[in-house]
């Protein structure tokens, strides 16, 4: 038992070792996963009750775990809480470890996908997020799972990785067998087994019209990005690691739309303090030669377990809700310090170029004020302990995520110096889905009346203030932004964020181009001006086209 505990530890560690060279995204994603692996490794129920049934029953071992880890899962579901979903990820977790174990005991090896022919589609019953993290995107074509949904776990670890995939398609591994040829859409949400001539001509022909679209766009890039009406947008990017820097640089963007810090939180055991992320955002600011940087502080959530944070600082039990608990700048607010430090660290590197600072998960004005007075506290400090800062401080932002911000905008707008509405969060919040979850993703819809009014709504609220207005998305329906702009009543928007890589052959890409912003009302798409910067939100310079490719499926982050 000890060998085979001690084999799936290194195991683990291999996994996390592979983190580091997938996106911000994935890592989230993952991480949290193997850190309660590892924990259900360490001197966890499973195991003390697997020592205790072989020896009282005379058990094997690996009989010993299988039993144990079904006694947990049952106990697991049997508990009164209306997330059955999340009872059921972790019976589930629990049962893969004790899997994974029981292989390591009866010396099992486990199945590589290198093998693999290159070109080869995976079908699996279904495909967890670590095992997701071992494939080749340069040898598997695809991936096809009966369980799952287009936005959970593994689907946003397939995404980053480019592979395109299906998941959710109840049934489809009893029909496939081992060598069938294989027609799978990603856009289309569709898998055709032993397809005939007709449909092999087809799909042949949507993947040379992709990929000559691919290239007909990539020769816009350096060309000035407008709209029809001959409106400037400025197009950003949105970065997840500092490792993805170069692709800001190929892509064509300008700047940084949003910079999230949890990679400086994620694999380690200690916090990092003020002088490690002073050295990260310095890396990156000054890799953007003069170019604005949008840094959000950490934006735990209970869903996202790190290591550096469970000392005593985030609450070792999310509660049966993570996402209505202690997440985002509720508990950055609470523990004052991790807040502090993330502020000085930002206004020290606002000396080496423009940067900006966003606020996760508010609903309430007095949290942006609390929030702002830490901010100034920590600017007057650094100043009187001589340290130069800039004479405007950056400006300080919230992201609108919940139904309770979009319809008090109007009241947050005059703590705030611009808005990011994440749609993501707000479609979530707003239509009760968790998209991860495949029994009810088809009901998670970005563009829902709902979510559209509210933001609207939320629109009305910022002119009040004068504040500045965006909007970003990670994935989804390209469509998106444009819906929200218009056609009768559209949001004015000038600045477009997205991941520099780009989604093309991630799950669920669509093979459309993104629409152009249409003009508002008297046919003008105006910038809002905002008092504390003392000026507009107008890009300076006419921006390089960020060469969005047809098909991807583009985050994004628009500003007026």
Known sequence: MAEATALSRKQLGKLKTRLSVLPEEAQEELAPLLDAYVMMLGNSRLLRGARKRIESELLAAETAVGDEAEAIAALILAARDDDKPGLQRRAGEVREIARRLTRNLMATPFRSLKGMPEGAILVAEELTPADAALLDPTRIAGVAT?????????AIMLRALGIPAILGASGLSESAERGDLAVLDGAAGTIVLRPGDKALEKGRAAVAAF??????????????????????VELQANLEIPAELPLIALSGAIGI???????LFMNREDLPDEEAQLAAYTQVVEAMGGDPVTIRVLDWGG?????A????????????????????????LKRPELLEAQFAAILRVAERGPVRILLPMVTNPSEVKAARDIYERVAR?????GTHLPEKLPDLGVMIETPGAALAADAIALEADFFAIGTNDLAMYTLAVDRAEAEVSHLYDPLHPAVLRLMRRHRGGAPAADAGLGLRRDGGQPEAGAAAAGPRDPLP????????????????????????????????????????????????RRPRLSGLQAGQRPGFRLYS
């Open 381 to 385: 400090r650094l100043r009187r302990k």
């Open 211 to 232: 990929a000559k679209e691919r290239a007909k766009l990539a020769k816009l890039r350096r060309l000035p990005a407008v709209t029809t009406d001959g409106e400037p």
């Open 146 to 154: 009966d369980e799952g949904g287009a936005d959970g776990h593994t």
């Open 493 to 540: 928007l000038d600045e477009c964020q997205r991941h520099p890589a780009g989604e093309a052959d991630g799950p669920g890409a669509r093979h459309r181009r993104l629409r152009p912003l249409r003009p508002a009302g008297d046919g003008a798409v105006r910038p809002r001006a905002n008092p504390r910067a003392g000026a507009g939100l107008r890009p300076r």
């Open 303 to 307: 869903e996202k377990d790190m290591q």
């Open 257 to 263: 739309g949003l910079l999230r810090t949890e990679f």
């Open 309 to 332: 944070l469970s000392e005593g600082v985030a609450p070792t039990h999310s509660g049966p809700n993570p996402a209505l608990g202690l997440r985002g700048l509720r508990l950055l």
